[in-house]
C-alpha cells in the first residue's frame, strides 16, 4: 500500500507534461465538463472524432501526431482539455459539438499574427517573458461559438519553451472560465436568502419553530449546491493570475494587461459569491439560535404545563387520601356497630339482663379497636 500511494504521488508530477511546439501553429483549446457518472459517456464521445484514442483512458495526458495534426487529451479533475495543433487550423463538426453529452466550457483558439497587429480590435493585450512574448485577446465568443487569442514570439524559442508557454496561456484561458461557470446559481440564491432574511416572525412559537426548520433546511439545500462551487471558483480565479505572474504579464501599448483587464472583470464576481456564502453562514446562524431559542421556550413552557399537572395531581391525591381516611372512619364505625350487635346477641344467653348493659359498654371500645386492628391489617396486604 505504502509503494502504491508513494507511486502515485511521484506519477501525478509527471501526469500532464508540457507538449513539445515546433512551430506556431494554429491551435483549437476544447474543455468539456466530466464527472464519474458521465466520464464514459464523454469520451466514447471523443472517440467519435478522434478515432486513435484507446477504448480506456490513460492516466494524465493521451498524445498523438497525424501528419501535422498534434492532438493532446489532458484529464482533469472536472473535464477534459483536448488542444488540436496544424498548420492550416481545425474546426470541428458543428454537429459533433452539438452532440456533446455534457457542456463544453472552453472553445478558445489561439493564433499567431504578426506583432505589429497584435494589439487591432482587442480589449487587453501584455508583453510577457520580459518582452519575448506578446499576447492580446478581446474575450468574447465569434459567430462560429469560440473565443480567439491572438499571440507572437518576438525572439526565436526551443520547441520546449514554446510548448510550456502555450501550455501556461492555454491554462490561463481554461482557469478564466471555470472561475466564472454557475455563476447564474449565485444570482439566484440571492432573493433566496432576501426572501430568507425578511420572512415575517410568526406569533405561535409551535408555527415559528417550523419557518424556521424549513428556512434550515432550504439554506442546507443551498449550501449543498453552491459551497463546493464556490471555493472552486476561488481557487480557479487564483489560478489565473498565479500563471500570469508566472508569465511575467506586462501591459502593452497602453492597453489594459490581461492581469488588469481580467481582475477588473473576474474579482468582483468571485467577491459577490463569496459574500453570498457569507451571507447564507450569518443566516444560517441567525436561524440556529432563534430555533434554538423557541425550541427551548417550548420546552420549558412544557415544563411547566408538567408541573402544573403533577402539583394538579398531587392536590387530587391528597384528596383522595382525606377522603379515603374518612371512609375508613365511618367504616370502622359502622362494622363495629353491626359487630357490637353481633357479639352482644351471642352472649346475651350468658349473662344476667341486668348486667347486659354494662357488658356492652365495655365491649365498645374493644369492638373497635379490633375492627381498626383488622382493617389496617387488610390495608397494608393490599398495599404490599
Known sequence: MTDRLRQLAHAELHARPFPRFEADWPILLLCVQTSPDTFADVWQWLRQQLPNLPDQPAAGAWVTRTGQLDIRVEQHTEFLAISWRSPEGVQPPPVWLAAAPMEILVLTRFVAVDPERLTDQVDSASSMLGGALRVASQFSM????????????????????????????????????????????????????????????????????????????????????????????RAYHDLVFQRLLDLDDQPLDELPSLTEFLRRRMTPAIHTSETVMRRHQELA????????????????????????????????????????????GLSTVAISYYALGLLSAAIAPWIDKGQAGWVKTALVPVVIAGVWFALQRIKRSLGH
Open 285 to 328: 446562524q441567525t436561524i440556529s439560535r432563534k430555533a434554538n431559542l423557541v425550541r427551548t421556550r417550548l420546552q420549558l413552557n412544557l415544563e411547566t404545563q408538567n408541573t402544573e399537572l403533577l402539583s394538579s395531581l398531587k392536590q387530587t391525591a391528597q384528596r383522595q387520601i382525606r377522603l379515603q381516611s374518612t371512609v375508613e
Open 142 to 233: 465569434g459567430p462560429d461559438g469560440t473565443c480567439e487569442w491572438h499571440y507572437a514570439f518576438t525572439r526565436p524559442q526551443t520547441p520546449e519553451s514554446r510548448g510550456r508557454t502555450l501550455q501556461m496561456l492555454m491554462e490561463v484561458e481554461t482557469y478564466r472560465v471555470l472561475s466564472l461557470i454557475q455563476m447564474d446559481k449565485v444570482r439566484e440564491a440571492h432573493p433566496t436568502l432576501q426572501a430568507i432574511a425578511k420572512a415575517e416572525r410568526a406569533s405561535a412559537d409551535q408555527t415559528e419553530l417550523e419557518v424556521l426548520e424549513r428556512n434550515e433546511q432550504e439554506l442546507d439545500t443551498l449550501w449543498q449546491s453552491l459551497n463546493w462551487r464556490v471555493s472552486a471558483c
